[in-house]
């Protein structure tokens, strides 16, 4: 997955837990938000850094995510009120840590922001073709996936990594056009329009 720079993830931002609400049903266990990104998808983005990771990757620059019972619980109800206090926002970015490791409250999430209109990126660990054959065991990963718009996937491989790529951090992992991957049956990456 691509690794959260200084640019993109303000550490005392990641670090501010004055906002969570710690008391609604459906939560997730996060890292951190960012409110305004421009370098995690398409336009302006809200971003949230989903807490837990079993991939490993070496390099990795966000290793504070790793541990599954890091980060701090935070309602999906909180995460909404935060986003619909922003007007500009393109859409929002789920990354992490590993966000398919909580796909219920991602799932719930997602239905909120679809409700918005707004676009959604998941950045992921595992591959397209490994998440595939979770939707097939899992309906949520299922339905999460069927409500995403681009999907940046594969680990992090550090010989691989490349600066100059967009949203990616490393070369194998490929920037992936949703919409047009279910139109077509077949991988097609995503362009800027
Ligand atoms: S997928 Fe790899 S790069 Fe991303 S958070 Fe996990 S270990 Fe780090």
């Given at each position: 997955m691509k690794v959260p720079t200084e640019s993109s993830v303000s550490r005392s931002r990641m670090m501010d837990w004055s906002w969570y609400n710690m008391t609604r049903a459906y939560s997730l266990r996060i890292a951190g938000i960012v409110r305004e990104s421009i370098v995690d998808g398409p336009g302006i983005r809200f971003v949230v850094f989903c807490q837990g990771c079993p991939h490993g990757c070496g390099g990795c620059h966000n290793p504070e995510s790793h541990d599954f019972d890091g980060g701090q619980e935070c309602s999906i109800e909180r995460l909404v009120q935060e986003i619909d206090k922003n007007p500009l926002l393109a859409g929002v970015t789920f990354s992490g840590g590993?966000?398919?490791?909580?796909p219920e409250g991602l799932l719930e999430l997602a239905k909120e922001i679809k409700k918005r209109d707004l676009s959604i990126t998941l950045f992921s660990g595992y591959t397209y073709e490994e998440i595939t054959i979770k939707a097939e065991e899992a309906e949520t990963v299922f339905q999460l996936l069927r409500l995403t718009d681009i999907l940046i996937d594969g680990r992090f491989v550090q010989e691989l990594r490349d600066l100059t790529l967009q949203f990616c951090g490393s070369s194998n992992q490929r920037v992936i056009d949703m919409n047009k991957t279910r139109e077509t049956g077949e991988i097609v990456l995503w362009k800027q329009s």
């Open positions: 590993e966000p398919l490791c909580q």
